[in-house]
């Protein structure tokens, strides 16, 4: 067997390393969807399981998966440094982790589990993961619409008095993020909490609706709204709705609820 010319191994080395998307001291996006799907995995875990209320419970719950991965905590940092300057990259990582999610929830379906139960795995008697919709939303001077939605319908899980948290993580936002989530009642009146995310804005933002115990809730709804971009795009990343079995509002909020009747 003929060996290579050590000129064409050099040439070959460069060309691999030509094509690759990431610096050597950075895991290759495939691998850092697999990460990230399994870290998503563990802080739906850490929200909606009374095992782990304790910060450094959460923070031992990450460390053993990222060690499952080989990465230590500050060579996570980096890979959120890196893959938050590379935009595009950080895009093909996200919708290949949505794929991995989705590829598990598909698995769990065909042995006999629901979408409803899936959502609900890590769920205890406090707490369950309601959001079904994109976990990102990408806003571009081409959009055609500046606002997101989302709806829910009352079904046999709600209960009055529950909190209901929206939660967000903005990536490089180039603008303000305004939010409002409503609740609307069966005897006409609609109750809503909406505040304003500064353009510079870091980490996870989250907005709280408490609803009230005295009335029965029938139907869950907001928006996440930006001004219109004169160019380039923003995103909007780590989007969840968790539901809490509550009965207190001492939870700061810091935004004010409003009541109103529309009949």
Not at 169 to 193: L, M, N, T, W
Not at 241 to 256: D, H, I, V
């Given at each position: 067997?003929?060996?290579?010319?050590v000129?064409?191994?050099i040439l070959?080395?460069?060309?691999?390393?030509?094509?690759?998307?990431t610096?050597?001291?950075?895991?290759?996006?495939?691998?850092?969807?697999?990460?990230?799907?399994?870290?998503?995995?563990?802080?739906?875990?850490?929200?909606?399981?009374?095992?782990?209320?304790?910060?450094?419970?959460?923070?031992?719950?990450?460390?053993?998966?990222?060690a499952?991965?080989?990465?230590?905590?500050?060579?996570?940092?980096?890979?959120?440094?890196?893959?938050?300057?590379?935009?595009?990259?950080?895009?093909e990582?996200?919708?290949?982790?949505?794929?991995?999610?989705?590829?598990?929830?598909?698995?769990?379906?065909?042995?006999?589990?629901?979408?409803?139960?899936?959502?609900?795995?890590?769920?205890?008697?406090d707490?369950?993961?309601?959001?079904s919709?994109?976990?990102?939303?990408?806003?571009?001077?081409?959009?055609?619409?500046?606002?997101?939605?989302?709806?829910?319908?009352?079904?046999?899980?709600?209960?009055r008095?529950?909190?209901?948290?929206?939660?967000?993580?903005?990536?490089?936002p180039?603008?303000?993020?305004?939010?409002?989530?409503?609740?609307?009642?069966?005897?006409?009146?609609?109750e809503?909490?909406?505040?304003?995310?500064?353009?510079?804005?870091?980490?996870?933002?989250?907005?709280?609706?408490?609803?009230?115990?005295?009335?029965v809730?029938?139907?869950?709804?907001?928006?996440?709204?930006?001004?219109?971009?004169?160019?380039?795009?923003?995103?909007?990343?780590?989007?969840?709705?968790?539901?809490?079995?509550?009965?207190?509002?001492?939870l700061?909020?810091?935004?004010?609820?409003?009541?109103?009747?529309?009949?």
């Amino acid at each position: 067997m003929r060996k290579m010319p050590v000129y064409m191994a050099i040439l070959a080395a460069a060309f691999l390393a030509a094509c690759s998307k990431t610096p050597s001291y950075v895991i290759a996006p495939d691998e850092m969807a697999l990460l990230m799907a399994d870290i998503h995995t563990g802080e739906a875990v850490a929200d909606n399981s009374g095992s782990f209320r304790s910060d450094s419970l959460r923070q031992m719950l990450k460390q053993s998966i990222l060690a499952r991965h080989g990465v230590s905590s500050e060579t996570f940092d980096t890979l959120l440094y890196w893959y938050g300057r590379h935009v595009d990259v950080y895009m093909e990582v996200n919708e290949k982790t949505i794929d991995i999610l989705q590829n598990r929830l598909t698995e769990a379906e065909k042995i006999g589990a629901t979408e409803a139960n899936v959502r609900l795995i890590y769920t205890d008697s406090d707490s369950a993961v309601v959001w079904s919709s994109p976990s990102m939303i990408r806003f571009s001077a081409r959009s055609p619409m500046y606002t997101s939605t989302f709806n829910l319908r009352s079904d046999r899980g709600w209960e009055r008095g529950d909190a209901y948290t929206l939660s967000l993580r903005p990536v490089k936002p180039v603008a303000p993020i305004s939010a409002v989530v409503a609740v609307s009642y069966d005897d006409g009146s609609v109750e809503y909490v909406d505040t304003t995310f500064p353009s510079d804005a870091e980490g996870l933002q989250q907005l709280t609706l408490y609803l009230d115990s005295t009335r029965v809730a029938r139907q869950i709804y907001g928006a996440l709204t930006v001004p219109r971009l004169e160019s380039g795009a923003m995103y909007v990343d780590s989007i969840s709705l968790l539901r809490t079995r509550t009965r207190s509002r001492a939870l700061y909020n810091g935004a004010s609820q409003h009541r109103v009747s529309l009949r």
